[in-house]
């Protein structure tokens, strides 16, 4: 619960931006909500997060990206980089902590289909950049989108939250794949 409150806090975050983005995704054992917004011409994104394991706990995470084109032609690589800032929340062990982990992300939409985009972001946070019981922060996401109508998308994905604890075992919050719905307004 008092992820969830976290969560619905981050959710004030800039209203009056120029785009924003909502995200569900799901598998048998976990589901993630997350918001996204772009400010400054699609330059700067924000985006939060909310990951929930039915077994394993939380993940709230809050992000900001520098965001531009690292090509260009028909159909440009999208790619973005900076940090991330997360709380994960251990049910089994007992432990939380959190991390500010340094990553981006990549998306490239294929010119001949344009109706496909395949996306993926990396996150890593040594034990130097975690805090409380972590010692390691790493997400890794994977997914291939599918465009249903201009502003709303479909996608097949693979997550991976790995967070390493003091004293206990490290905790995969999600492994495996997940679909998903990544709605634009």
């Given at each position: 619960?008092?992820?969830?409150?976290?969560?619905?806090?981050?959710?004030?975050?800039?209203?009056?931006?120029?785009?924003?983005i909502l995200e569900i995704s799901a598998n048998?054992?976990?589901?993630?909500?997350?918001?996204?917004?772009?400010?400054?011409?699609?330059?700067?994104?924000?985006?939060?997060?909310?990951?929930?394991?039915?077994?394993?706990?939380?993940?709230?995470?809050?992000?900001?990206?520098?965001?531009?084109?690292?090509?260009?032609?028909?159909?440009?690589?999208?790619?973005?980089?900076?940090?991330?800032?997360?709380?994960?929340?251990?049910?089994?062990?007992?432990?939380?902590?959190?991390?500010?982990?340094?990553?981006?992300?990549?998306?490239?939409?294929?010119?001949?289909?344009?109706?496909?985009?395949?996306?993926?972001?990396?996150?890593?946070?040594?034990?130097?950049?975690?805090?409380?019981?972590?010692?390691?922060?790493?997400?890794?996401?994977?997914?291939?989108y599918y465009s249903v109508i201009d502003d709303?998308?479909?996608?097949?994905?693979?997550?991976?939250?790995?967070?390493?604890?003091?004293?206990v075992p490290n905790v995969n919050f999600d492994?495996?794949?997940?679909?998903?719905?990544?709605?634009?307004?």
């Amino acid at each position: 619960m008092r992820g969830f409150l976290l969560f619905a806090g981050l959710l004030l975050l800039p209203l009056g931006s120029n785009s924003q983005i909502l995200e569900i995704s799901a598998n048998d054992d976990a589901a993630k909500l997350g918001i996204g917004f772009y400010l400054g011409q699609q330059r700067l994104a924000l985006d939060a997060s909310w990951l929930h394991h039915q077994d394993k706990g939380e993940v709230i995470g809050m992000g900001v990206n520098v965001t531009g084109f690292a090509s260009s032609g028909q159909s440009p690589v999208e790619a973005g980089l900076g940090v991330k800032l997360v709380y994960a929340d251990s049910d089994n062990f007992g432990r939380d902590g959190g991390a500010v982990a340094p990553g981006g992300f990549v998306s490239y939409t294929f010119p001949n289909s344009n109706r496909f985009t395949l996306y993926g972001h990396l996150y890593f946070a040594p034990d130097i950049l975690t805090f409380g019981d972590n010692e390691t922060y790493r997400e890794i996401e994977l997914r291939l989108y599918y465009s249903v109508i201009d502003d709303a998308e479909l996608f097949l994905g693979f997550r991976n939250i790995h967070v390493a604890y003091d004293l206990v075992p490290n905790v995969n919050f999600d492994t495996g794949l997940n679909i998903g719905i990544k709605m634009r307004f």
